[in-house]
């Protein structure tokens, strides 16, 4: 798992489409327990090389309920995006993650991280890659219908600060979502 970790952290396959150029953000190890399935790296994370170290990384650990500490704990926790670096922005936000990460390594990692047993797939780039004629019409109506894809996976919509309006058009998800999440997660660190 080091090599690959290493190999992947050295990856310039689409260096030619980003902006600032190449810094893949990836975390794992044999020993992983939960893997997060995101999006892409955002600027500041690019900026920092830490995986999730943006509002939205304060909000996904809020949401299963965990430290840093815990969060960082590649023994306990992988964090794999779709795509591994910033691939710059757009109108409306970053844009998507380049196609180039998940055909070449996501195999590759996933077959390395031989501990683990929950799936979050965090965003529809994530859920259509990973959930394909399973996913429904929808992001929402995937995340909503969470506990069809049990026990391996679990949608999550992105953790942003700019979805909170889904947040509160969608209040079922901190009723029934967020406290499932929360009790698979802790029994999964637990053991």
């Known amino acids: 798992m080091d090599g690959l970790l290493k190999d992947i952290r050295s990856c310039t396959i689409c260096s030619e489409y980003l902006p600032k ?3 893949p953000i990836v975390a794992g190890s044999d020993k992983s327990k939960l893997l997060i399935i995101g999006q892409a790296p955002g600027r ?12 939205s990384g304060d909000h996904l650990r809020s949401w299963l309920s965990v430290d840093k ?7 306990q926790i992988a964090l794999m995006p ?15 993650p380049r196609p180039e990460c998940a055909e070449h390594w996501h195999d590759k990692m996933i077959s390395g991280l031989k501990g683990v047993e929950l799936t ?13 004629k399973r996913f429904k019409s929808n992001l929402t ?3 909503r219908s969470f506990k069809d894809y049990k026990p391996e996976f679990l949608p999550l919509p992105h953790p942003s600060p700019r979805n909170r309006i889904w947040m509160k058009k969608n209040e079922w998800f901190e009723k029934e979502v967020l406290p499932y999440l929360q009790r698979r997660v802790a029994d999964l660190l637990s053991h």
């Open 69 to 75: 500490s815990t969060f960082y704990d590649e023994d």
């Open 44 to 55: 500041r994370v690019h900026e920092s090389g830490i995986p999730w170290d943006d509002p």
């Open 120 to 132: 979050l797939l965090v965003g529809q780039y994530a859920q259509k890659h990973y959930l394909q």
């Open 21 to 23: 150029g190449p810094r």
């Open 82 to 96: 779709m795509g591994f670096c910033y691939p710059g922005s757009g109108k409306s936000g970053d844009l998507p």
């Open 141 to 143: 109506e995937t995340v």
